[in-house]
């Protein structure tokens, strides 16, 4: 698979193929490794449905016996079978566009009314607010937060860690006392460049408040974290 915009792979020619002795391999629009769905494009379009798919499976499945279970149950099954699925490698949607995610996003507003035995019509925002649950968006930031303070503190794997700088400014700027700000590199594509890792992470990280990026420990800062998300939805 050949992965670029869709203006660079419109330029490719149609017979393009990989020759391996007398076989000829033809181009994919789509691999899968460790369950994430990647397309050519990498718009997650196909992780994003396949993901939904299995969620409204398991839910289906959970409503034909939610009467018989109590609420606490009932969580516990939905964040089990279904939100899981929805956080899976959730930090590769970052800085996709809304018409992606908020296929996700419904799939959580559905598992929280089946949860809570409400009707379509009710508001969502309580809703999640009860159950503790981050809407989606907020939940990819988590992860991809999480991460950073993981390759902070030398307990993520090194190509992440390596992927952070720290940011040393020219000349002397009141941000030269905060050792961990990080240093957001110049990207060349608009549409993939921000959703890297080396570039999404640190622009986040950066808009945290000083002393959440200084909590001692990760449980620390993800529990900080979390109320500060919850704060901003």
Request: overall charge positive.
């Amino acid at each position: 698979m050949l992965i670029g915009t869709r203006q660079k792979l419109s330029q490719l020619p149609n017979s393009l193929h990989l020759q391996l002795g007398n076989t000829a391999i033809p181009l994919s629009d789509s691999v899968k490794n460790l369950g994430v769905i990647l397309d050519s494009q990498l718009s997650m379009n196909n992780f994003v449905s396949s993901t939904a798919r299995s969620c409204y499976y398991h839910l289906r499945r959970i409503s034909l016996i939610r009467k018989h279970l109590s609420t606490d149950t009932a969580t516990k099954l939905v964040v089990s079978l279904v939100l899981s699925r929805i956080d899976y490698c959730n930090s590769l949607l970052s800085s996709l566009p809304d018409s992606t995610t908020n296929t996700l996003q419904r799939v959580q507003n559905n598992a929280a009314r089946l949860v809570l035995k409400k009707k379509k019509s009710d508001h969502i925002t309580p809703l999640l607010k009860s159950l503790h649950w981050l809407p989606v968006s907020q939940r990819i930031q988590y992860k991809t937060l999480s991460l950073c303070y993981k390759s902070l503190n030398n307990s993520a794997p090194i190509y992440l860690s390596d992927s952070l700088q720290p940011y040393i400014p020219s000349r002397s700027l009141h941000s030269a006392s905060d050792p961990l700000c990080l240093r957001i590199p110049r990207t060349k594509l608009h549409t993939f460049g921000p959703r890297a890792f080396a570039a999404g992470g640190p622009s986040l990280w950066n808009n945290l408040p000083l002393s959440l990026r200084h909590k001692p420990t990760l449980s620390s800062f993800q529990s900080a974290l979390k109320t500060h998300l919850f704060k901003n939805f």
